[in-house]
């Protein structure tokens, strides 16, 4: 399908076209903001040299585009949705405080080596006031740039498509009963058992308990209760559900490359595409076959035939390489056991 065919070209580069379109966007707002700058500058009768608006906007453009990839890892680390907004907007309140502080040094920098080389000085002005002022526009922004990036991977989910777990088809047998309690609906003509009247009438007289044995009964220890039976190992499904923008189809496990963790999302990766569920990596490591997958980082499950080499880092740990190509993270915590399993 055509449909396919492009998002397989896109998903190939797309860490470049969402560098090249965050920077497109960047550096543009920064070219208009120039030409608005200048235009308010003329209205107000402020005379500025020709360069110092083009200084203040990109400057502070250049400075964005060096923090974009913390915020992305920020909005990743700590997703910002409805049943963890309480926990972690405080948070991003503190990321978007220490944002403000880096832009600001870094963009007042920049400012005073541009305005150095045209033998000019660059004054900030006052500083608490400026910073405040400053501040404010980058929670804004900070804000804007959460918001773009959450759409965004929404909009990509959709059109990758969203897996689900299959419902477990109904045909277990169903527990049995407990049979019912002696004496209940009974019928007096049809049981030949004595009814419970008789039982206590022809019963022996109950004697009194000798005076030791009553207190071993009583020293003795409760006798604690049995432990609960282990619960049942979760089913592993052979197929999962894909929706991908209204249609429906089915994704084996087996074609299942290497597990991603995302948020509360797991990717499941596949032939260069990446099928978002919504479920811990913990969780989904628990419904899949350990003989099939090991754990090689906090983040990632890997399918073991797939891995062709180990190469290890001068920090102790380690890239895998897979058989497409495709180079995952290992850590040092998984490294030894990795190895194990592929002797």
């Given at each position: 399908?055509?449909?396919?065919?492009?998002?397989?070209?896109?998903?190939?580069?797309?860490?470049?076209?969402?560098?090249?379109?965050?920077?497109?966007?960047?550096l543009?707002?920064?070219?208009?903001?120039?030409v608005?700058?200048r235009?308010?500058?003329?209205r107000?009768?402020?005379?500025?040299?020709?360069?110092e608006?083009?200084?203040?906007?990109?400057?502070?453009?250049?400075?964005?585009?060096?923090?974009?990839?913390?915020?992305?890892?920020?909005?990743?680390?700590?997703?910002l949705?409805?049943?963890?907004?309480?926990?972690?907007?405080?948070w991003?309140?503190?990321?978007?405080?220490?944002?403000?502080?880096?832009?600001?040094?870094?963009?007042?920098?920049?400012?005073?080596?541009?305005?150095?080389?045209?033998?000019?000085?660059?004054d900030f002005?006052?500083?608490?006031?400026?910073?405040?002022?400053?501040?404010?526009?980058?929670?804004?922004?900070?804000?804007?740039?959460?918001?773009?990036?959450?759409?965004?991977?929404?909009?990509?989910?959709r059109?990758?498509?969203?897996?689900?777990?299959?419902?477990?088809?109904?045909?277990?047998?169903?527990?049995s009963l407990?049979?019912?309690?002696?004496?209940?609906?009974?019928?007096?003509?049809l049981?030949?058992?004595?009814?419970?009247?008789?039982?206590?009438?022809?019963?022996?007289?109950?004697?009194?308990?000798?005076?030791?044995?009553?207190?071993?009964?009583?020293?003795?220890?409760a006798?604690?209760?049995?432990?609960?039976?282990?619960?049942?190992?979760?089913?592993?499904?052979?197929?999962?559900?894909?929706?991908k923008?209204g249609?429906?189809?089915?994704?084996?496990?087996?074609?299942?490359?290497?597990?991603?963790?995302?948020?509360?999302?797991v990717?499941?990766?596949?032939?260069?595409?990446?099928?978002?569920?919504?479920?811990?990596?913990?969780?989904?490591?628990?419904?899949?076959?350990?003989?099939?997958?090991?754990?090689?980082?906090?983040?990632?499950?890997?399918?073991?035939?797939?891995?062709?080499?180990?190469?290890?880092?001068?920090?102790?740990?380690?890239?895998?390489?897979?058989?497409?190509?495709?180079?995952?993270?290992?850590?040092?915590?998984?490294?030894?056991?990795?190895?194990?399993?592929?002797a």
């Amino acid at each position: 399908m055509a449909e396919d065919k492009w998002l397989a070209l896109y998903l190939r580069r797309r860490r470049w076209i969402e560098r090249a379109g965050w920077m497109s966007f960047l550096l543009g707002s920064a070219a208009v903001n120039t030409v608005i700058a200048r235009m308010d500058l003329a209205r107000a009768g402020l005379h500025v040299e020709a360069w110092e608006p083009a200084v203040w906007e990109f400057s502070s453009a250049f400075l964005w585009i060096a923090i974009l990839p913390w915020l992305v890892r920020a909005a990743d680390t700590k997703p910002l949705r409805w049943g963890r907004l309480k926990r972690h907007l405080p948070w991003h309140l503190l990321f978007a405080l220490i944002t403000s502080v880096v832009h600001v040094l870094g963009m007042v920098g920049l400012r005073k080596v541009a305005y150095a080389t045209q033998g000019a000085h660059y004054d900030f002005g006052d500083w608490p006031v400026e910073f405040f002022y400053e501040a404010l526009k980058d929670l804004r922004s900070y804000a804007f740039i959460l918001t773009v990036v959450g759409a965004y991977r929404l909009l990509v989910w959709r059109w990758q498509g969203e897996a689900s777990l299959l419902a477990e088809a109904p045909g277990a047998a169903p527990a049995s009963l407990p049979s019912p309690a002696v004496g209940s609906n009974r019928n007096p003509n049809l049981d030949p058992s004595p009814s419970p009247s008789l039982v206590r009438q022809t019963s022996p007289p109950s004697l009194p308990m000798p005076t030791s044995l009553a207190s071993a009964a009583e020293a003795e220890p409760a006798r604690e209760p049995d432990p609960a039976p282990a619960p049942p190992p979760l089913p592993r499904p052979e197929r999962l559900l894909v929706k991908k923008l209204g249609k429906e189809f089915l994704l084996p496990m087996d074609e299942i490359e290497w597990i991603q963790a995302c948020g509360n999302y797991v990717n499941l990766h596949r032939q260069q595409h990446d099928y978002p569920l919504r479920s811990s990596l913990g969780a989904f490591e628990q419904r899949i076959d350990p003989r099939e997958f090991v754990r090689v980082h906090r983040s990632y499950l890997v399918r073991l035939r797939l891995i062709e080499a180990i190469e290890p880092t001068e920090a102790g740990d380690a890239h895998l390489r897979l058989r497409d190509g495709s180079r995952l993270p290992c850590s040092r915590t998984y490294l030894e056991r990795l190895r194990q399993r592929l002797a």
